[in-house]
């Protein structure tokens, strides 16, 4: 494990933390390996339920990657690290290309959020942000264009205006603005942010697990498909979920108007 990754996998929500605020929580090639190695044990523990991912300090979520470290340009650097980190790697950050992980996964956006710590933060689910956070592609101004996510994920996010404008510019944006365009779902006090992205993440840790991973599928699956083929897998996933454990404690727990304990089976 990198010093720059911090984990606390104790319970259901898992809080992830990019922890090198020297240099804004820019990732180098060992501490994006080892945020893979996070993922990936996160998707194969059956009791994680909620992922939570921030950085440390007051400055930064991340500045994207830390380029004092990779070889430059691309067109020289060695085949293997090439494949590996543009082509047919994980992608930055781990989750940002490769890996499928139907877990909710949240993020707490404490300040920068900038290049592929814009892609990390567009490849969770659910985004909370203090005031101070600003966002943006920067790529465009150093000869390069967004390679982990975002010129795929932003436009399904804010439409495919907002995403030309900010990955053609390279121009920053401020909280107000992308909690006005969805960027993000929240703006909260800084003091608050953490406390507030907690109490969401193990809210959604008391959740149908099942039905949260099936329903997350089927809303990135569904996307760009014609109307009637995602109708049919919405359904689809619907009646596979009609044979789980957790579907008839749900409902027994509606019937004796108590809190559900679901187990993901």
């Given at each position: ?28 090639f060992a501490a994006s390996d080892a945020l893979t190695d996070v993922w ?45 980190t543009v082509t047919d790697g994980p ?175």
């Amino acid at each position: 494990m990198s010093d720059a990754i911090k984990v606390d996998d104790t319970g259901a929500v898992w809080e992830i933390t990019l922890d090198a605020p020297a240099k804004m929580n820019a990732l180098d090639f060992a501490a994006s390996d080892a945020l893979t190695d996070v993922w990936r044990r996160f998707a194969a523990d059956p009791a994680a339920r909620v992922a939570l991912v921030t950085g440390a300090g007051d400055r930064a979520f991340c500045a994207g990657a830390d380029l004092k470290t990779y070889t430059m340009p691309y067109a020289t650097m060695a085949a293997p690290k090439f494949r590996r980190t543009v082509t047919d790697g994980p992608g930055f950050a781990g989750i940002t290309r490769g890996m499928e992980i139907h877990k909710p996964i949240v993020a707490a956006v404490n300040g920068f959020a900038v290049s592929g710590g814009l892609e990390l933060a567009l490849a969770c689910d659910v985004r909370f942000c203090s005031p101070q956070a600003e966002f943006g592609f920067q790529d465009v101004r150093w000869g390069f264009h967004p390679c982990d996510g975002g010129c795929v994920r932003l436009p399904q996010i804010v439409g495919l205006g907002h995403a030309m404008e900010l990955i053609l510019s390279g121009r920053r944006i401020g909280a107000e603005e992308a909690c006005r365009i969805g960027l993000v779902n929240r703006v909260v006090p800084a003091g608050d942010l953490m406390d507030e992205a907690r109490a969401y993440a193990a809210d959604l840790a008391k959740r149908a697990p099942l039905a949260q991973q099936a329903a997350k599928q089927v809303i990135l699956e569904s996307y760009g498909r014609a109307q009637e083929d995602a109708l049919k897998l919405e359904s689809r996933s619907f009646h596979d979920l009609g044979r789980s454990e957790d579907l008839a404690e749900g409902t027994t727990a509606f019937r004796e108007k108590r809190q559900a304990d679901f187990k993901g089976r």
